[in-house]
């Protein structure tokens, strides 16, 4: 009970607070009002550094899916031959960094397309990521995007859900 009117009182309190200029931008549906327009979405994937490759190219690589005895979903990619035509191939890619280790350095680490979003759920699929072994090790830096150089390895025909690999890496 006690809750319950904590709560009612912080609401209260809360619509008092509000401007009344706020109550009359709300549109009514009901009256012919329009819906608002669409946001544009935050969560965009790093910007391709010049002379790199752009996470669309590598977004373009499609998943076949399946579940194991035990339910468990695996998948393996459908890279496109533009993908392909990059195995082996030192590429540049821009991204944000999810390290794996602590410490102030990685040699370690995930590359991620989009902005990392809550550290408990990973959020990115197989074909937003790059898993990257470093031979200089990265200063950890999680709030920026960076750009990476490395050879590209196409993987996940195992079934891992780790479409792609980045060797020999280093910082641009």
């Not at 549109?27 to 391709?48: F, H, L, M, N, R």
């Not at 339910?71 to 794996?100: C, D, H, N």
């Not at 602590?102 to 197989?126: I, S």
Request: net charge positive; glycine share 8%.
């Amino acid at each position: 009970m006690m809750m319950r009117k904590a709560w009612m009182l912080a609401a209260a309190t809360a619509a008092l607070c509000l401007p009344s200029s706020v109550a009359s931008t709300v549109p009514s549906y009901k009256d012919g009002g329009q819906a608002p327009a669409p946001v544009e979405d935050i969560w965009k994937p790093a910007a391709t550094p010049k002379g790199g490759i752009s996470w669309k190219t590598l977004e373009a690589t499609g998943e076949e899916t399946r579940r194991d005895a035990e339910g468990y979903i695996l998948s393996k990619p459908k890279f496109t031959q533009r993908v392909r035509a990059l195995e082996g191939k030192r590429i540049r890619v821009a991204g944000w960094m999810m390290p794996l280790e602590n410490g102030a350095q990685q040699n370690h680490f995930v590359l991620l397309a989009y902005p990392p979003g809550c550290p408990f759920h990973f959020h990115a699929m197989p074909n937003q990521f790059i898993e990257v072994y470093a031979d200089r090790p990265f200063r950890t830096n999680e709030r920026t995007s960076f750009v990476v150089s490395g050879v590209l390895e196409l993987t996940g025909y195992d079934e891992s859900g780790i479409f792609y690999r980045m060797k020999q890496a280093r910082p641009i």
